[in-house]
C-alpha cells in the first residue's frame, strides 16, 4: 500500500521532494540498478489531461540511503489552474517481467493562486516607488 502525503504548491514555483520507498513491513527498499520512477498529477482520478512529475531514482551505496526525488518546474506549476488536484508516485522494475509496477506515494495536491505574475517581457506590470 502506498504512503499518503498531500502537498500544497504555490503556482508558479518550483516544486521537489525526495521520498524514501519501504516495504509493507516498513524495511526500505532497495532500488539498485533497474529501477525507474514516475508521477502524474490530475484534475479528477479519471481526467485525460495530466502534468508529469519529473521522477529520478537516486540509487545510493545502502537501501538506507535509496531515494526517489520527485519535481515540477515554475513553468508546470504556472500553467496549473489554482484548486485540488489529485497525483500518485509510482516505481518501475526493469528486471522483472512483466514489469513489476509499485506505487509509492499518493495522494492530493493543493495549487494556491499566484498574486505575482510577469506580464509579457519580465518587470512589466505595476510600478513601486521605494523610498530613497
Do not use: C, H
Not at 80 to 92: C, F, K, N, T
Amino acid at each position: 500500500m502506498a504512503t499518503r502525503a498531500d502537498f500544497i504548491i504555490d503556482q508558479g514555483s518550483t516544486f521537489s521532494t525526495t521520498i524514501t520507498p519501504a516495504n509493507s513491513d516498513g524495511t526500505l527498499l532497495d532500488l539498485g540498478g533497474s529501477y525507474t520512477a514516475r508521477g502524474k498529477i490530475r484534475k479528477a482520478y479519471g481526467s485525460s489531461s495530466s502534468t508529469s512529475f519529473t521522477a529520478t531514482v537516486n540509487d545510493l551505496d545502502s537501501p538506507s540511503q535509496d531515494t526517489v526525488t520527485i519535481s515540477l518546474s515554475s513553468t508546470q506549476t504556472a500553467a496549473l489552474q489554482a484548486g485540488r488536484y489529485v497525483y500518485d508516485v509510482e516505481i518501475v522494475n526493469a528486471n522483472s517481467t512483466p514489469n513489476d509496477i509499485t506505487r509509492i506515494l499518493e495522494g492530493q495536491v493543493e495549487i494556491t493562486p499566484s498574486v505575482t505574475q510577469l506580464f509579457g517581457n519580465a518587470g512589466e506590470g505595476i510600478g513601486v516607488d521605494s523610498p530613497s
